[in-house]
């Protein structure tokens, strides 16, 4: 390997209760891809903060090309040669392309002279982009694209890539990696964080492994297997969630030519989606984020109304009906977004049972609230799905991001739903929680629920689901079967490109 | 240096405790300003604060004034409170406690002179009516045309006071009054008087319906499913949409309700207190009501003892003018020090300082 680029030497980092990072120690080399692998929670986004000048570190220093590399800001960082593409990104959706990168860059050259420059170093890195375009029609891997070159315009000699993965298809995979490599054959060095083992161990030249906030190795992936990295990054070994013998009843519910025209103006319209999940069957709808997903959660969950034939619950047009009727009759669903749709941050776990525990669990009569056994439910969900809180009084925001999940995913389960939709289950939560969670919906549905799981990560959908079909610019592909299934399979859906065949 | 840090979960003790420190802040500053306006402090901040309720001589006068000046500022903030906690902002409540005064009032002189037990309760209802009437046109501009309802209900308040200026002068002037304006006196018409209860207290009975409201809405928010969904709404509007709680409701369910609460304190001030419909009937009681609802935490029983904080300082304050010869501007500042506080010292219930070494 080449010379020292930059080098982090005991970095420490506390923050209240939580040691983020400790005594963090590694180097950089120039032209080298180094992957910075860990779960969620590993401590690797404050690491990579520090670096970008965001966080300061309690302790430790920084050493870039001999000289002491200590920012204040993220503007220092850039001027010394570090960008950041971020996992999620800060661009706005109302303005174009040109002018989003304009915002991002010390003193931007004028439009004309900057979309050239655009328009060349898209065709030098393979980054097809239209800088005259509006980012709110853009798919989330264009809208990285417009990151990554709002980043090489600076010509840095470090680019940071949070997590670059998580939004793309299998094929966008491959463009962003043959992008990498060229920017790796010119000298510039990547710092590439992830937790998919795979795409690591193609890219990446070294990795440093970080469990718990501190290093745990620093190896060159190619030569362990993935099996070796898994077992660095999550300590002990986890048990594979275990399926169960499948036996599948009736359809249970039934959605037929849905199409809703979203809220949101840069949203995704659902078109003519069709779907039908028995009981005792667990559905995947993959796909990257903003095909859709948030619309048919909404219309499923009854936030927004649709013709009433469009949805039928166990042969009952429930379309039209409002939300808690949903509930009563055993139609349940969790949305993605933890803090302020699935849960009041502000409330205490008792008022937040109340959000979707009401029909079903009979806490309120007449309209007048039975506290003692909301709380008796409230109890009982932190302790079936071991939510590590002191007290159901706790407001929600007190609990991280798993156990409110757990929490969340638990109000619903423990409520036996006859049809249970979830949205992205285990997202930002860490592998132990992630493996409770995938374990109760699998319990759930061989119980005789039909459950409805949309996720973003395929890994998951593949280990858990029995069918599969993709959400793509709001059209559903047709279900397949898992078990037969190729990753090649699932990039052709997810790409839309099976409906193309459909229709032609 | 001194850093803020988000509390895992909001202090309860300091919810308690934040309003005390707030009121001994606002004194330590205002003792300040009067020192600086030349006036002996202590004794200043012992006439707002004391004198009107213990002083030998005239407490006997101001002490009644405490329930009269505070009875209809709680009844107004209560219904406030409910739209605020959900994220409604009713902002016209004086209009609606003029529009309330007026419709009751209204019905009360079109029974003059026939005497009934029946007319003061059809009037309470009546002045009601005409609260939640004028609350409704926010709330179905807001729920059918996505209108702002702090703008309209602050307009419709000129506009109620446009009203009262033409009912006062025309339909509801005194046929006896010698061309005066201003309507009979409601409260020397005995079947429309809002006599005190209890002599010498100042307990009449907008008073008695205040202390009620703060009952029936502690209870509408603690163990009932409405109040939950009002909570709710104001806390995490997606949570309550996916709850699936009709937004449209909660509007017309907040407004409506601190309509109806304003317009029966504009009734029972008109019927009592103020005794007749005149130009200048209104004193901004439900402006300040906006004041007393946060000083009291958007919490009935808070709100219950807000509303007797500003009554004192109202009556203390004029006690200090009148003594002491303070400029009224001086009052009203020492009364805006007491809001700054409470909401400056609110960030201690959702956040703790850390102090900490520069390294």
């Known amino acids: 390997m080449s010379n020292l680029l930059l080098r982090l030497d005991g970095l420490t980092k506390v923050y209240p209760g939580v040691v983020a990072n400790k005594d963090v120690t590694f180097d950089i080399g120039t032209g080298e891809v180094h992957a910075l692998l860990g779960e969620n929670g590993a401590g690797k986004s404050t690491l990579v903060k520090m670096i970008y000048g965001l966080v300061k570190p309690d302790h430790g220093h920084m050493v870039m090309n001999d000289m002491r590399f200590a920012p204040n800001e993220p503007r220092e960082a850039r001027v010394a040669g570090v960008g950041m593409v971020f996992q999620h990104f800060s661009l706005f959706d109302a303005l174009n392309v040109a002018e989003n990168i304009a915002l991002g860059i010390e003193l931007p050259p004028n439009q004309r002279v900057l979309a050239d420059q655009i328009i060349q170093i898209s065709k030098e890195y393979g980054l097809p982009l239209d800088p005259s375009k509006t980012v709110g029609n853009l798919s989330a891997g264009e809208r990285q694209r417009v990151e990554i070159i709002r980043c090489l315009l600076q010509k840095p000699k470090l680019l940071i890539m949070d997590e670059p993965t998580s939004v793309l298809t299998p094929h966008e995979v491959d463009g962003l990696f043959q992008t990498l490599r060229k920017l790796k054959s010119q000298g510039t060095s990547i710092l590439y964080i992830s937790h998919k083992l795979d795409e690591i161990r193609a890219l990446c030249d070294r990795a440093t492994i970080l469990r718990r906030g501190k290093k745990i190795a620093t190896c060159v992936p190619s030569e362990k297997s993935t099996r070796e990295l898994a077992e660095m990054m999550v300590g002990t070994s986890f048990e594979a969630p275990k399926k169960k013998k499948k036996v599948f009843g ?38 990257v984020a903003g095909n859709g997903q948030d619309e048919l959660l909404s219309a499923l969950s009854g936030e927004v109304r649709v013709v009433n ?132 919906l699998i319990d759930l549905a061989s119980a005789g629920s039909a459950v409805l799981i949309i996720s973003q990560d395929l890994d998951e959908l593949l280990e858990i689901s029995d069918r599969f079909a993709a959400l793509n610019a709001g059209a559903l592909s047709d279900f397949k079967d898992t078990v037969d299934l190729s990753l090649d399979e699932i990039g052709l859906m997810m790409g839309g490109a099976e409906n193309v065949e459909a229709v032609l | ?28 500053a205002g003792g300040l300003m009067f020192t600086l306006l030349g006036k002996p402090p202590f004794e200043t901040i012992k006439i707002i604060f004391w004198d009107p309720l213990f002083h030998p001589d005239f407490s006997s006068y101001t002490r009644p004034q405490l329930l009269v000046k505070a009875g209809p500022l709680i009844l107004i903030a ?159 509007p997606r949570a309550a949409r996916f709850a699936g709680i009709n937004s449209a409701r909660i509007v017309v369910l907040c407004l409506g309700f601190s309509g ?92 703790r300082f850390r102090i900490r070494r520069l390294e």
């Open chain 1, 250 to 287: 009736d359809v249970t519910l039934e959605v037929s030519n849905l199409s809703l025209r979203s809220e949101n103006p840069f949203g995704t319209s659902l078109k003519s989606v069709s779907l039908a999940v028995r009981s005792g069957e667990i559905l995947g709808i993959g796909g």
């Open chain 2, 1 to 28: 240096m001194i850093r803020l840090e988000k509390r895992a979960s909001p202090s309860i003790m300091l919810t308690v405790a934040t309003p005390v420190l707030a009121v001994v802040l606002t004194m330590l």
């Open chain 1, 309 to 440: 034939s469009m949805i039928t619950l166990k042969g009952q047009p429930i379309g039209q009906k409002p939300s808690g009727f949903r509930r009563a009759e055993g139609f349940f669903c969790a949305p993605e977004e933890r803090l302020g749709h699935a849960a009041a941050p502000n409330m205490s776990l008792i008022d937040n049972v109340l959000i979707t525990g009401c029909e079903k669990q009979a806490l309120a009569k007449y309209g007048l609230l039975d506290w003692q056994r909301t709380r008796r439910f409230a109890d009982q969900i932190i302790a079936d799905f071991d939510v590590r809180t002191d007290s159901s009084t706790n407001a929600a925001r007190s609990l991280s991001g798993g156990n409110l999940q757990k929490f969340v995913i638990g109000r619903e389960v423990l409520q036996k739903p006859d049809v249970f939709v979830v949205n992205q289950p285990t997202w930002g939560v860490d592998a132990a929680a992630a493996a409770a969670i995938r374990q109760s």
């Open chain 2, 78 to 236: 209560i219904g406030l409170s409910m739209g605020f906690r959900a994220g409604i902002w009713n902002i016209g409540a004086e209009g609606q406690y003029i529009v309330g005064a007026i419709s009751g009032a209204a019905i009360g002189l079109a029974f003059y002179p026939l005497e009934s037990r029946l007319i003061f309760p059809v009037m309470i209802i009546a002045g009601a009516l005409g609260g939640f009437i004028w609350a409704m046109i926010p709330a179905i501009l807001r729920t059918r045309f996505g209108t702002n309802e702090i703008l309209v209900s602050l307009m419709l308040v000129y506009v109620a006071e446009a009203m009262l200026a033409s009912v006062s002068q025309g339909a509801l002037k005194n046929p006896d009054g010698m061309g005066f304006p201003g309507s009979r006196n409601l409260n020397q018409y005995s079947s429309s008087a809002n006599h005190e209860i209890i002599a010498n207290s100042g307990m009449h009975w907008g008073v008695i319906t205040a202390f009620i409201s703060v009952i029936f809405a502690y209870f509408l928010l603690t163990r009932h499913l409405w109040g939950f969904h009002i909570r709710l709404t104001g806390e995490a």
């Open chain 2, 260 to 351: 109806l609460l304003a317009g029966m304190a504009g009734l029972f001030e008109v019927t009592g207190p103020a005794g007749q419909i005149t130009t200048d009937f209104n004193t901004g009681y439900g402006f300040t009501a906006i004041i007393v609802a946060f000083l009291g935490r958007l919490n009935p029983a808070g709100i219950l003892l807000a509303g007797l904080l500003m009554a004192l300082t109202y009556i203390g304050g004029e006690l200090a003018q009148l003594m002491l010869g303070l400029p009224r501007a001086s009052i009203q500042l020492f009364q805006g020090m007491l809001l700054f506080f409470l909401l400056a010292t609110d960030l201690l219930t959702n956040y």
